[in-house]
């Protein structure tokens, strides 16, 4: 039985048994919807079907997993493999516009095959899965951007505890969409260790690079600067692939030609939140 989800207006349907194994995945319950027609589907595939690597583009390594990413004949390939157990494969099949999975489905492995997923999918429809926390204030959202341990969702924090009306829309993964020559954060089923899956959209503000500095200083980057802040938190395995990569570059030239983006050097502090607020909301 399938069961049908609206993603930052991306509509995708996932069969079972992977629904099964959704139901430990709390995140995706706000997103379902009735059935409709749809623009992608998540299947089951079979150990028989899964694909070779045409070329191996990248390597990744999270918790206790190993994995690798590359092309296959007409799509991608993507194996996840923790020590000591079984793999999760992912292998897309653009001309079916179906994303396959095969094998096992801990909830954090098909948290994160799902996502890269629905990345490859929607990549040439102006959308990005964006490594980012967002704040919404006065009905328009912020995204914080840095490396893991810079601070972003303490940032995020302090906008909620002293910016009056300051709420958190995503603490992980916003979806980014241009539509109708708008820009709009969409709230996700990835929020990294914040429970915060909220099936809301707002027009997106500006967008604010963090750095951990022995003061509070705010500073508008050029155009070149902004791609240098948001390119990296983008998912890092499209950057190897030519088609992958120029749906990214489209889609961060649009946000970026319509959105201002700033560098925040600050300390962990309520005069950091208020600097950053009254610069997006002069």
Same mark, same amino acid.
């Given at each position: 039985?399938?069961?049908?989800?609206? $993603?930052?207006?991306?509509?995708?349907?996932?069969?079972?048994?992977?629904?099964?194994?959704?139901?430990?995945?709390?995140?995706?319950?706000?997103?379902?919807?009735?059935?409709?027609?749809?623009?992608?589907?998540?299947? /089951?595939?079979?150990?028989?079907?899964?694909?070779?690597?045409?070329? /191996?583009?990248?390597?990744?390594?999270?918790?206790?997993?190993?994995?690798?990413?590359?092309?296959?004949?007409?799509?991608?390939?993507?194996?996840?493999?923790?020590?000591?157990?079984?793999?999760?494969?992912?292998?897309?099949?653009?001309?079916?516009?179906?994303?396959?999975?095969?094998?096992?489905?801990?909830?954090?492995?098909?948290?994160?095959? $799902?996502?890269?997923?629905?990345?490859?999918?929607?990549?040439?429809?102006?959308?990005?899965?964006?490594?980012?926390?967002?704040?919404?204030?006065?009905?328009?959202?912020?995204?914080?951007?840095?490396?893991?341990?810079?601070?972003?969702?303490?940032?995020?924090?302090?906008?909620? /505890?002293?910016?009056?009306?300051?709420?958190?829309?995503?603490?992980?993964? @916003?979806?980014?969409?241009?539509?109708?020559?708008? $820009?709009?954060?969409?709230?996700?089923?990835?929020?990294?260790?914040? @429970?915060?899956?909220?099936?809301?959209?707002?027009?997106?503000?500006?967008?604010?690079?963090?750095?951990?500095?022995?003061?509070?200083?705010?500073?508008?980057?050029?155009?070149?600067?902004?791609?240098?802040?948001?390119?990296?938190?983008?998912?890092?395995?499209?950057?190897?692939?030519?088609?992958?990569?120029?749906?990214?570059?489209?889609?961060?030239?649009?946000?970026?030609?319509?959105? @201002?983006?700033?560098?925040?050097?600050?300390?962990?502090?309520?005069?950091?939140?208020?600097?950053?607020?009254?610069?997006?909301?002069?």
């Amino acid at each position: 039985m399938k069961q049908y989800y609206n $993603i930052a207006g991306h509509k995708l349907s996932i069969s079972s048994p992977i629904c099964e194994a959704l139901k430990r995945l709390p995140g995706f319950q706000p997103f379902r919807i009735e059935k409709t027609d749809i623009d992608f589907n998540f299947s /089951e595939g079979k150990e028989m079907d899964i694909p070779l690597f045409a070329k /191996e583009l990248y390597t990744l390594e999270f918790e206790d997993v190993k994995g690798a990413f590359g092309t296959t004949t007409g799509g991608y390939l993507m194996c996840l493999t923790p020590e000591g157990k079984d793999c999760l494969y992912l292998w897309t099949n653009i001309t079916n516009r179906t994303v396959y999975l095969y094998g096992n489905y801990e909830p954090y492995l098909l948290r994160y095959a $799902i996502w890269v997923g629905y990345g490859i999918m929607t990549v040439h429809h102006h959308t990005l899965a964006i490594h980012t926390s967002c704040i919404v204030y006065h009905d328009k959202a912020v995204l914080f951007l840095g490396e893991s341990g810079t601070g972003k969702s303490t940032h995020t924090r302090l906008w909620q /505890e002293h910016i009056s009306g300051a709420v958190l829309l995503n603490d992980d993964s @916003p979806i980014i969409r241009i539509e109708n020559e708008k $820009i709009w954060a969409y709230g996700s089923p990835w929020s990294g260790k914040t @429970p915060c899956y909220k099936n809301e959209r707002y027009e997106l503000q500006g967008c604010v690079r963090l750095s951990q500095a022995p003061y509070n200083q705010i500073q508008k980057l050029t155009i070149l600067q902004s791609i240098g802040a948001l390119h990296p938190s983008c998912a890092p395995q499209f950057a190897y692939d030519e088609n992958l990569y120029n749906g990214v570059s489209h889609t961060l030239d649009g946000i970026l030609s319509a959105i @201002p983006c700033y560098h925040l050097a600050c300390l962990p502090n309520k005069e950091a939140a208020l600097l950053s607020c009254k610069t997006l909301f002069v």
